[in-house]
């Protein structure tokens, strides 16, 4: 294994270099090639904000190898997660450990009329060598597919990737198909009869006069696949009738990213995707009984081997190697290691090798690394946890590399922490993305955003 991994390390940063060599050459040093990129971008809507979404000039490779290891583990851990959901669903004592608003729980008792959970899902993992692990789990149609494919599809007629790929073969890692499979066969076995009119689900904030770009993607895509499909904002929405429509388009599939703590904030239970939902006149793709995996205490569940000492080997297996010890912030006794610990103790005692994080992915509560504060400031942060929701988990080291960006100035190297991001869909994973950020970023940064996935293997 030892063997392994050296020589994953090495394949890698014998690439590294090679590609960024190959940016120094007369050929591409002028930056001509990368300015025509950006344009593509613009032209092809992958933007963010009317900004490109990668302002990066190297592709994150991975190897054969740890591209294998990442799919098995994660559709391993995407299978637990399910079971935990299944668990807690049927178990009121379990589901209360999950800190669900009255909403969420109501919601979450609706039969969406098929039986996955989650349809679509993504797991934040880092790779290092042939280490992974996994620090976040998203219930919900996954960002980025659309972004990463096209991403991937521009990257690799550039000059310096074509070059690079005289002695490297590339391949690539596109996901949407898939996407549209998996909502398609939930549609069927909801009972869908014919071919479904498709709303992607848009929330889009106040005084917003843009669309996702995104879902513009997709609704193209879908469309040439023979499907009529729209983007459609919350505010749109009407239901009369049995019918959920907006203006004259009926609605048979509707495909969500609005998660129900945003969703409450600006509307209420009678709204007219839950009243359509409710009575079974629309598929929702995902349901909300996956907003339960949603919080971040799914993974305290995960990590208690009392709620899994029943599960199948290979998940405990995977659940033992890859996920952090996370448990939910109280004045509790708990288990670490197997060994009984009184909570609030062991926090207070273990700062370095501990993060409070928000229970809720949209709180706006901050997380908190015990390694980036003193004593007296993580004294601070336990007691806020402690009264409001969230949960600690174990460290994860970061994993980081310098990549380069196209500045005003001409290229920069920066140092990027690099999380990748394998796509379930139906418990199947197909393709990744990669989302690159600056290390311990406390705001918004316009040196963050995706960079073309390729496997790598040698020629």
Same mark, same amino acid.
């Given at each position: 294994?030892?063997?392994?991994?050296?020589?994953?390390?090495?394949?890698?940063?014998?690439?590294?270099?090679?590609?960024?060599?190959?940016?120094?050459?007369?050929?591409?040093?002028?930056?001509?090639?990368?300015?025509?990129?950006?344009?593509?971008?613009?032209?092809?809507?992958?933007?963010?904000?009317?900004?490109?979404?990668?302002?990066?000039?190297?592709?994150?490779?991975?190897?054969?190898?740890?591209?294998?290891?990442?799919?098995?583990?994660?559709?391993?851990?995407?299978?637990?997660?399910?079971?935990?959901?299944?668990?807690?669903?049927?178990?009121?004592?379990?589901?209360?450990?999950?800190?669900?608003?009255?909403?969420?729980?109501?919601?979450?008792?609706?039969?969406?009329?098929?039986?996955?959970?989650?349809?679509?899902?993504?797991?934040?993992?880092?790779?290092?060598?042939?280490?992974?692990?996994?620090?976040?789990?998203?219930?919900?149609?996954?960002?980025?597919?659309?972004?990463?494919?096209?991403?991937?599809?521009?990257?690799?007629?550039?000059?310096?990737?074509?070059?690079?790929?005289?002695?490297?073969?590339? #391949?690539?890692?596109?996901?949407?198909?898939? $996407?549209?499979? +998996?909502? =398609? %066969? *939930? &549609?069927? /076995?909801?009972?869908?009869?014919?071919?479904?009119?498709?709303?992607?689900?848009?929330?889009?904030?106040?005084?917003?006069?843009?669309?996702?770009?995104?879902?513009?993607?997709?609704?193209?895509?879908?469309?040439?696949?023979?499907?009529?499909?729209?983007?459609?904002?919350?505010?749109?929405?009407?239901?009369?009738?049995?019918?959920?429509?907006?203006?004259?388009?009926?609605?048979?599939?509707?495909?969500?990213?609005?998660?129900? #703590?945003?969703?409450?904030?600006?509307?209420? $239970?009678?709204? +007219?995707? =839950? %009243? *359509? &939902?409710? /009575?079974?006149?629309?598929?929702?793709?995902?349901?909300?009984?996956?907003?339960?995996?949603?919080?971040?205490?799914?993974?305290?569940?995960?990590?208690?081997?009392?709620?899994?000492?029943?599960?199948?080997?290979?998940?405990?297996?995977?659940?033992?190697?890859?996920?952090?010890?996370?448990?939910?912030?109280?004045?509790?006794?708990?288990?670490?290691?197997?060994?009984?610990?009184?909570?609030?103790?062991?926090?207070?005692?273990?700062?370095?090798?501990?993060?409070?994080?928000?229970?809720?992915?949209?709180?706006?509560?901050?997380?908190?690394?015990?390694?980036?504060?003193?004593?007296?400031?993580?004294?601070?942060?336990?007691?806020?946890?402690?009264?409001?929701?969230?949960?600690?988990?174990?460290?994860?080291?970061?994993?980081?590399?310098?990549?380069?960006?196209?500045?005003?100035?001409?290229?920069?190297?920066?140092?990027?922490?690099?999380?990748?991001?394998?796509?379930?869909?139906?418990?199947?994973?197909?393709?990744?993305?990669?989302?690159?950020?600056?290390?311990?970023?406390?705001?918004?940064?316009?040196?963050?955003?995706?960079?073309?996935?390729?496997?790598?293997?040698?020629?």
């Amino acid at each position: 294994m030892k063997v392994r991994r050296k020589m994953s390390v090495k394949i890698l940063g014998d690439a590294v270099t090679r590609y960024q060599k190959i940016l120094e050459t007369e050929s591409f040093r002028d930056l001509a090639w990368a300015d025509e990129l950006t344009k593509k971008m613009e032209e092809s809507r992958l933007v963010i904000a009317g900004r490109p979404v990668s302002p990066f000039l190297r592709p994150h490779f991975i190897t054969r190898k740890q591209y294998d290891h990442m799919v098995k583990a994660s559709e391993s851990l995407t299978s637990a997660i399910d079971r935990v959901k299944r668990l807690a669903l049927a178990n009121p004592q379990l589901l209360s450990r999950m800190s669900l608003l009255p909403a969420e729980k109501m919601l979450a008792q609706i039969d969406p009329g098929y039986s996955y959970l989650a349809v679509t899902s993504l797991l934040d993992t880092h790779i290092q060598n042939g280490h992974l692990h996994f620090n976040q789990y998203s219930a919900e149609t996954p960002s980025g597919v659309a972004f990463g494919e096209l991403l991937g599809d521009l990257f690799y007629e550039t000059g310096p990737v074509k070059e690079f790929r005289k002695k490297h073969t590339l #391949s690539k890692v596109g996901g949407t198909k898939f $996407l549209l499979q +998996a909502i =398609l %066969r *939930a &549609y069927k /076995e909801y009972g869908g009869k014919k071919k479904p009119h498709i709303a992607i689900l848009e929330f889009r904030q106040p005084f917003a006069n843009f669309e996702s770009s995104e879902y513009q993607l997709l609704a193209q895509l879908f469309r040439k696949q023979g499907y009529n499909a729209e983007v459609i904002s919350l505010e749109q929405l009407e239901y009369k009738n049995g019918v959920l429509r907006r203006g004259d388009f009926e609605i048979d599939l509707v495909y969500r990213r609005v998660r129900i #703590s945003e969703f409450l904030v600006r509307f209420d $239970l009678n709204h +007219a995707l =839950l %009243r *359509a &939902y409710r /009575e079974r006149n629309v598929c929702l793709v995902n349901n909300f009984r996956g907003e339960v995996a949603q919080k971040k205490a799914i993974f305290d569940l995960l990590t208690d081997e009392s709620v899994t000492a029943n599960f199948p080997v290979i998940e405990r297996k995977a659940i033992r190697e890859y996920i952090p010890w996370t448990r939910v912030v109280a004045n509790v006794k708990s288990t670490y290691q197997n060994k009984p610990i009184d909570l609030p103790e062991f926090v207070g005692l273990n700062r370095e090798r501990l993060i409070l994080r928000p229970n809720d992915q949209q709180s706006d509560l901050p997380e908190v690394r015990g390694w980036e504060v003193d004593d007296a400031q993580w004294e601070r942060a336990v007691r806020r946890a402690t009264a409001n929701s969230y949960v600690v988990q174990e460290r994860i080291e970061a994993v980081h590399a310098p990549f380069p960006v196209r500045t005003y100035a001409g290229l920069d190297y920066r140092e990027m922490n690099i999380e990748v991001h394998p796509h379930s869909f139906l418990g199947k994973v197909h393709g990744c993305t990669t989302w690159l950020s600056t290390p311990s970023a406390s705001g918004f940064s316009t040196a963050s955003g995706l960079a073309p996935t390729f496997v790598i293997e040698g020629k």
